[in-house]
């Protein structure tokens, strides 16, 4: 399996050797996925919950990715920005990600000459339901610019399809929208996924 055009991206525009993108509560656990430099393929990954606490393991593919499940966090901290996790392989530690995030994206997926993006934007939502933006980034130096809109349903899922861009081999997405800090308030800001990377060859 060859070293991803994606995780090149991911590596490059980071600027680390390490990197953690995405940690995402899935069917009672947590789903962790991450990228590495190309000198780090089939090196050991630990999952460790901030500050410390190893949850998992997993190893580097060739490829540059490394994903694993593992337990939720106690219920008295998961809903908190105490909730973080990081990865680490050897002397490499990658920043931390925290578990509760306002709007959240599902590992994407090229299918047919395009990239079919879908997650979540948790209540409450905004009065009248502010759509989503997608954003997408094809080199480290480009600005994202916005490639699709969608409205969420009630419960605040969202599902797009964005054709992939001619002669691409990688590009990196991100959802925008807005919320309401609470539910007795009208006041909205800006909230955003975790950027995720595909491979679009």
């Known amino acids: 399996m060859p070293y991803s055009p ?10 680390a050797k390490l990197t953690l993108i995405n940690v995402l509560e899935q069917h009672g656990k947590v789903f962790v996925q991450g990228a590495a430099a190309h000198e780090l393929a089939g090196q050991q990954v630990t999952i460790e919950f901030a500050p410390k606490t190893k949850v998992g393991t997993t190893r580097v593919g060739a490829n540059g990715f490394f994903q694993t499940t593992v337990p939720l966090p106690p219920k008295d901290v998961r809903n908190t920005s105490r909730a973080r996790y990081i990865a680490v392989v050897k002397t490499f530690v990658s920043k931390a990600l925290k578990l509760t ?9 090229h299918k047919g000459g395009k990239v079919l993006i879908s997650g979540k934007v948790l209540p409450p939502l905004a009065r009248p339901t502010a759509k ?3 954003t997408q980034q094809l080199t480290c130096k480009d600005k994202p610019k916005v490639v699709g809109t969608a409205k969420p349903s009630r419960s605040g899922g969202f599902v797009l399809s964005i054709p992939v861009p001619k002669g691409q081999k990688a590009a990196i997405y991100r959802v925008i929208t807005k919320v309401r800090g609470t539910p007795t308030s ?3 800001f800006p909230s955003f996924s975790l950027p995720l990377p595909v491979d679009l060859s």
């Open 6 to 15: 994606a995780a090149t991206l991911v590596v490059s525009c980071s600027g």
């Open 186 to 188: 009208a006041k909205t």
């Open 132 to 134: 989503v933006n997608v």
């Open 101 to 109: 995030r306002r709007v959240t994206m599902n590992p994407l997926v």
